[in-house]
């Protein structure tokens, strides 16, 4: 069984929020070829700001800023659509005018400074209103990391004979509006001693790179505000038919979530609960949860039901036939010298 990793990893909300980046991104980038399309929007609302946090020197006269909206289609995904671009003065003041409301509709503003890719939260225009006034801010680099959540960590259980792969993510979160520079300090996820073929399958922080050291791998590089996911696969043998694994997370834990195909393993643990079987891609998963989980804690987590190899099928027997064999050593030993001893001489 081969879990859909990249429907499990990222949420809808998560991939919402790539599709927006590259979006504005893609519109950025032939903003000059769409102005004459743009122009013909129906007219409607207004949406003003100004780029906040550029450091002396860095030029934003000129920069562009783009205007994207967002509706969703029949499958509910969102698709974006440029529908302005402006340039800002000297002052980094930018303004749409003619800009359509719809009320079914999103809206995120976005430009690039430095070569930064730097976009807005999404909005809508406030029911009875036709002006938002919303600010585009250059985060500021700094190294302190105190602030930094995890949003949700995920872990998915994959049984196979004698072994469970599991796939562990982890989606960091930084609530501030600053750039966290890590690629001097970097941030410990723990994996278990025992974990083999350990690989780290994403990891979306730029200049990013990693490294295990024993039980732990550190993750080096920026990590920009709002949601950075790293995500990690390995082996654990088992024995026996039974998973132990703990879990140390460094941060507080927005949401903790174990996805298990359903009915092939059973899973306690002490600080997660059962929750409502979930259906990805049409397979379902048996769920396990817990909210706002404390930093410093330890998750142990325990699965029964892995399928055992040959080998440990047979240990059972094995054992019992070496202690029966041992119970006969013992009994023959105690009762050999006492017949010896009622032998006629």
Do not use: C
């Amino acid at each position: 069984m081969t879990l859909s990793h990249p429907t499990i990893f990222f949420g809808r909300l998560i991939r919402a929020r790539l599709l927006f980046q590259a979006a504005l991104l893609l519109s950025l980038l032939l903003g000059p070829a769409l102005r004459p399309v743009l122009g013909q929007t129906p007219a409607s609302g207004r949406v003003s700001g100004r780029i906040l946090g550029v450091k002396a020197g860095d030029a934003v006269r000129g920069a562009k800023v783009v205007l994207v909206q967002f509706t969703l289609d029949a499958q509910g995904t969102p698709q974006g659509t440029p529908i302005q671009m402006k340039e800002a003065d000297a002052n980094g003041a930018y303004a749409f005018d003619n800009v359509p409301v719809d009320a079914r509709s999103v809206y995120q503003l976005g430009t690039r400074i430095g070569g930064n890719l730097i976009p807005s939260e999404s909005f809508t225009f406030p029911e009875g209103q036709r002006a938002v006034t919303l600010n585009l801010r250059v985060p500021e680099v700094v190294t302190d990391s105190t602030s930094l959540r995890i949003a949700q960590a995920l872990i998915a259980l994959e049984p196979q004979v004698g072994a469970v792969w599991v796939t562990d993510v982890v989606h960091l979160q930084n609530p501030t509006q600053n750039v966290i520079d890590g690629t001097q300090t970097p941030i410990e996820l723990t994996v278990p001693p025992n974990a083999q073929n350990l690989e780290v399958i994403r990891q979306d922080q730029a200049q990013g790179s990693h490294q295990r050291v024993g039980d732990k791998v550190q993750v080096f590089g920026i990590l920009r505000p709002g949601i950075t996911t790293v995500a990690m696969r390995y082996r654990i043998p088992v024995w026996l038919g039974g998973l132990k694994l703990e879990k140390f997370y460094p941060r507080p834990v927005t949401d903790m979530v174990v996805l298990v195909p359903a009915g092939l393993l059973k899973v306690t643990s002490d600080r997660l609960d059962a929750r409502q079987q979930q259906t990805i891609e049409g397979q379902s998963y048996d769920a396990w949860g817990g909210a706002n989980l404390a930093p410093g804690g330890i998750v142990k987590i325990e699965a029964t039901g892995v399928p055992m190899r040959q080998i440990g099928l047979l240990a059972p027997f094995a054992l019992f036939f070496v202690i029966m064999g041992g119970v006969v050593f013992w009994y023959l030993r105690k009762r050999l010298p006492t017949a010896a001893s009622t032998l006629p001489t």
